[in-house]
């Protein structure tokens, strides 16, 4: 795949590619916090900046290979689709780590501490579901719930050039460009449509190690339609980050958040999930386009 740093500003998939939102500011707010700690038995793609980040020698394609431990796991939760599953892991391997996407160190455990966790999650999503992947990074989970669920609809939400090009590019080469598209963008910018593109709403919003519940309640409930739901992979610490945030989430028109574990009896450790169901729409500000902003100066001006 080529890698062109200067062309991500699309929205990618079904529905045509119309312009796509500003580049992301430094800072912002779907960018992974460096502080942030995965969930148990998964590791987040690396943050950083909006740069390459060349590992020194050429990764291996065969870091990627399925080690036969987790082979009738793989076969579970990938079902007919476990080669597209193979295939996009030799991309994360290689590509992936070439570009700063996974570390070097990640790539030969790919499929216990990324393809699987994230797979397991498909359980928690209905049928013929619409799915929004915010700070979708390298497609974790967004992507894998797209190969292992053909049925769902997804955008991954990623407000990084460099991320999005790998998305687009990885989307196309694995044919999953009638179910999958790629959205450039804050998740704010996704939900009130202020960059010309949307708004984007779905039944169930997904995140992965992005950031604590609150911020990301904040972020992803305005994406989730009424009685559609937030689920938000975590790790060993949910309980108490529910304890913590659960009033700043009803604040937002969010239920009383649960803890699910996915993939049990299926992979070890199962994946740890906290999830929130929309109750209630509450009014928040949307951004005004520039030319509102002009106009209405112009009125004041009078």
């Known amino acids: 795949m080529t890698h062109d740093d200067t062309t991500a500003d699309t929205v990618s998939g079904p529905g045509g590619t119309p312009p796509g939102p500003s580049p992301a500011r430094p800072g912002s707010a779907d ?95 209905p049928p013929d579901a619409s799915v929004l992947d915010v700070g979708s990074g390298a497609g974790l989970p967004g992507l894998v719930l797209a190969i292992a669920r053909p049925d769902l609809t997804v955008t991954l ?61 904040a972020w992803c409930l305005p994406l989730t339609v009424r009685g559609g739901r937030l689920v938000a992979m975590k790790g060993m610490s949910a309980a108490e980050e529910i304890a913590e945030h659960a009033e700043a989430v009803a604040k937002l028109g969010g239920g009383e958040p649960s803890v699910q574990l996915c993939g049990v009896g299926v992979i070890e450790p199962p994946a740890t999930v906290v999830e929130i169901v929309r109750e209630r729409v509450v009014n928040q500000p949307r951004v005004k386009s520039a030319a509102k902003r002009s106009r209405g100066g112009r009125r004041r001006g009078r």
């Open 31 to 125: 960018e992974v916090p460096r502080a942030e700690a995965a969930p148990s038995g998964v590791t987040a793609p690396v943050p950083g900046d909006d740069s390459p980040h060349p590992t020194g020698e050429a990764p291996d394609p065969a870091a990627a290979t399925l080690p036969p431990e987790l082979a009738e796991a793989a076969r579970v939760l990938f079902g007919d689709r476990l080669d597209l599953a193979a295939a996009y892991a030799e991309v994360l391997a290689t590509d992936g780590v070439v570009r700063g996407l996974i570390g070097p160190r990640e790539a030969p455990r790919i499929w216990d501490r990324h393809l699987l966790n994230c797979a397991a999650v498909a359980e928690r999503i």
């Open 157 to 217: 939400v990623e407000p990084l050039a460099r991320r999005t090009s790998f998305l687009v590019e990885v989307v196309e080469e694995l044919g999953l460009a009638k179910t999958v598209r790629v959205f450039r963008g804050r998740a704010e910018e996704a939900a009130t449509g202020s960059t010309g593109v949307g708004p984007f709403s779905a039944d169930v919003v997904t995140a992965r190690a992005v950031a604590p519940l609150d911020r990301l309640a």
